[in-house]
């Protein structure tokens, strides 16, 4: 028999678009860091192996933080972690600011990733306060706010920094963040209403193991948490590794490279506003998530016969037409599949598959690039294949599970 949903508080009509537009301020200043950071670390003379560890820091502590944070949500309510969360983030870029070494900055970047590995939470108030039929297209909001901050961050980041100065010339980028995130947690306060009652019983959980144990054995939930750890190495293999690819082939410099990347920024925001609500509502969520698939492996297989600045340009775009078309239907699946009273610890965990594969997906791609040029792009394209067929059969186990009891018991 199915546990009953835990008890939740009532939902203003606009509780999840409202907390997309305030989590936005905070994915902004994310957006002016990230394309800082090769720069910020080469100012501490740092060789490339050192750069590469500044990046994927940040991802190891969201491997670890996004399963944690959701799993405090669902026992203490959504608000109070967030504000927690985005606080310790705040903190992180002041701290960064006035980082000594490489390796303070290092562990900065670490603590900085688990405290902004709070996406599950934030899925986790979405699912609490919309529909499941709506629960796709609501996600994929979230997703546009995340483009749009990638690509208004970064001219803001650009603008401020000095990166003849040393660390030093980047501390105004890095203040502008920690304030954005600052107003970030102010505007939770006084806008977010909390999305759940906080539980005062005593706490019935199964260890963190317990759960993931169950979540892998799960026939829709393991199939979907595969997929995402699939495409995720896929996609962000390619991401890293695509300057270095486009000015090999083609002699792109930067201005090229960002030119070609703002037009993926805008079409997946155009696709995840206005496109992958109204289908996942048509067609269902999991052959919609075939079709992103579909689409992702086809752009990565034309890429390697590409020509050119037009070509590369739009089959990128069409790579990040399909991850937006695909992810938002991740979440909105496993929210479905989830017991109610674990789901932000379950988003936590398919979140930190994600971190996981953002850690070594761009190491594979770098690999593979040192031996073939296409590697790269034949490499993505041979692992997401599957997961078009994992989508299929994640939604018929769906269907055929409708009636059951979720996972997590």
């Not at 529909?131 to 796709?136: G, I, L, S």
């Not at 995340?146 to 001219?155: A, D, M, R």
């Not at 492996?297 to 016969?305: K, S, W």
């Not at 590409?306 to 909105?332: D, E, K, R, W």
């Amino acid at each position: 028999m199915t546990e009953a949903a835990p008890p939740r508080a009532p939902a203003p009509r606009f509780a999840a678009a409202s907390l997309i537009a305030v989590i936005f301020i905070n994915m902004l200043g994310f957006g002016i860091i990230v394309p800082l950071l090769p720069f910020y670390a080469k100012s501490f003379d740092a060789p490339p192996w050192q750069m590469a560890l500044i990046f994927s820091a940040y991802s190891v502590g969201a491997f670890f933080g996004e399963p944690f944070w959701g799993r405090l949500s669902d026992r203490y309510g959504r608000k109070p972690i967030l504000i927690s969360t985005i606080t310790a983030n705040c903190l992180c870029y002041l701290a960064l600011a006035f980082a000594p070494n490489i390796w303070a900055a290092f562990l900065i970047r670490l603590v900085g990733g688990m405290a902004a590995g709070n996406g599950s939470v934030i899925q986790g108030y979405i699912a609490d306060v919309t529909p499941p039929e709506r629960r796709a297209r609501q996600l994929s909001y979230q997703g546009a706010a995340w483009n749009v901050g990638l690509i208004v961050g970064p001219s803001i980041g650009g603008l401020f920094a000095h990166t003849n100065a040393g660390p030093a010339g980047f501390r105004i980028p890095l203040f502008i963040a920690s304030g954005l995130a600052f107003l970030c947690v102010l505007a939770i306060i006084v806008v977010i209403r909390e999305s759940r009652v906080r539980e005062t019983g005593p706490a019935r959980r199964p260890s963190r193991w317990a759960v993931m144990g169950d979540v892998l054995k799960h026939p829709v939930m393991g199939r979907l948490m595969l997929l995402t750890f699939l495409v995720g190495f896929a996609f962000t293999g390619i991401e890293s590794i695509f300057g270095l690819w486009a000015q090999a082939r083609f002699g792109w410099e930067p201005r090229e490279i960002g030119i070609s990347f703002a037009f993926v920024g805008a079409s997946a925001f155009i696709t995840q506003t206005l496109v992958t609500g109204r289908l996942s509502e048509r067609f269902g969520e999991g052959p919609m998530l075939a079709v992103g698939m579909a689409l992702t492996v086809i752009a990565m297989l034309l890429q390697t016969l590409s020509t050119g600045g037009v070509m590369t340009t739009f089959l990128m775009c069409v790579t990040a037409i399909g991850q937006s078309v695909a992810f938002p239907n991740v979440g909105a699946m496993i929210s479905r599949s989830a017991d109610p009273h674990r789901q932000g610890q379950i988003m936590g965990l398919n979140n930190a598959t994600g971190a996981l594969a953002r850690v070594v997906g761009p190491l594979s791609a770098s690999l593979v690039f040192q031996s073939h040029i296409n590697g790269p792009f034949l490499l993505g394209a041979f692992v997401v294949a599957p997961a078009i067929f994992l989508a299929l059969s994640a939604n018929r186990r769906a269907q055929d599970r409708s009636q059951d009891p979720p996972a997590g018991h």
